[in-house]
């Protein structure tokens, strides 16, 4: 396991100048059209398909990295060229983690490939796992998931929202209740292939940001799975339930788990819009003249923008903090990842508010994209865990006290 350091090494900084070339020539350009169309943009993920970007060996590279660095690098490069348009592309590393972390060695590798499909026809995956009554409560899944043992099969029942590529994607990973009165330790994750019956795609929501990335219902109608679906098979599940039943304590599942691994990346999505609205205030404030000088050389403008770059970079710190802990194989005693995704979520709404007032009646209107990329960075205070949820996970884990 590599030592921690803030020096990036020369894969690492060729990777990002191929990421950052790639949004600066192919996704900013793009990303005003697709935000208005609310469509998903596959003419880009087939781009980042032939280049490699969207790819299970790009992925499979990226998390292989021993500093735990290279895939938080590459999405704050991506999603600085447009978040909507980066979710598109990366959303289905979601499922990849769900799979990755429930999944048997052969359920791995069998689907994580088909997340992505080809370079030719490329495919994307869907993790499902918030409801109507349950979104930051993921104990109160009402999907459920019973077994048939004279056939060998899953049945599942229910309906998912707020879903990313939900309804679209070949590949769903959902999350679903066996053992109501257990909550979340009676949950399972299970595999749905494509064109399976039953699982269809619900209402699909117009969103105030990211609108490039799709996002809808999937409801789940006696969607029937072979026992093999399961991820980590019945047996493990069996002896989990059964510690369960018996009061035992056992290691976070399912869902939370999926969660925690992916916060520090959620966390590098929100620091490529916010460094994305930085830039382009500090530009503007070099150029734009009033009474006779720059914008710039006014200190409010001026400590605005020094504030916008210092909270930047500690956010960055912090997403690295965790994605170094999360490869090295560090518990996050302190809710490590938590804070990482807190910080640079809220980071990420304050400097493109900061950036829609440096550019005053110019950053209201859609001319310029602080607009967009103001209402793209609130969602990183929602989804994967609402900034309140984050300091809940933390207040528990340094008080070691169940704080509701």
Known sequence: MAEFSLELNEDQLQLQKWVHDFSEGVVRPAAAEWDEREETPWPIIQEAANIGLYSFEF????????????????????????????????????????????????????????????????????????????????????????????????????????????????????????????????????VIPPNTPGLSQG????????????????????????????????????????????????????????FEASRPMVGAQALGVARAAYEYALDYAKERVQFGRPII????????????????????????????????????????GSMSKLKAGEVAVRATEEAIQILGGSGYVREHPVERWSRDAKIFTIFEGTSEIQRLVIARAISGMRIV
């Open 59 to 190: 992925f499979f590279n990226a998390f292989g990295d021993s500093t735990g660095l290279t895939l938080p690098l590459v999405t704050e490069e991506l999603f600085w060229g447009d978040a909507g348009i980066g979710l598109a592309i990366f959303g289905s590393a979601l499922a990849v983690a769900g799979i990755t972390a429930g999944g048997t060695p052969d359920q791995v590798a069998e689907w994580v490939p088909q997340c992505f499909g080809s370079p030719d026809d490329p495919k994307v995956a869907a993790y499902a796992v918030s409801e109507a009554d349950a979104g930051s409560d993921v104990s109160a899944l009402r999907t459920r998931a019973v077994y048939h043992e004279a056939t060998d099969e899953w049945v599942l029942n229910g309906t998912k929202t707020w879903i990313t590529n939900g309804g679209i994607a070949d590949v769903h990973v959902v999350v679903a209740s066996v053992d109501s009165e257990l909550r979340s330790r009676g949950q399972a994750t299970f």
């Open 297 to 336: 050389m006014n200190q409010a403008i001026a400590f605005k923008l020094a504030d916008m770059r210092t909270e930047i970079d500690a956010a960055r710190l912090l997403v690295w903090r965790a994605a170094w802990m999360a490869r090295a194989g560090k518990p996050f005693e302190a809710g490590e």
């Open 203 to 258: 209402s699909k929501f117009k969103k105030h940001g990211i609108r490039a990335s799709h996002t809808a219902e999937v409801v789940l109608d006696d969607v029937r799975l072979p026992g093999r679906m399961l991820l980590g098979g019945k047996e493990k599940l069996d002896a989990r339930l059964a510690r369960a039943r018996e009061g035992k304590s056992s290691r976070k599942q399912g869902a939370m788990s999926t």
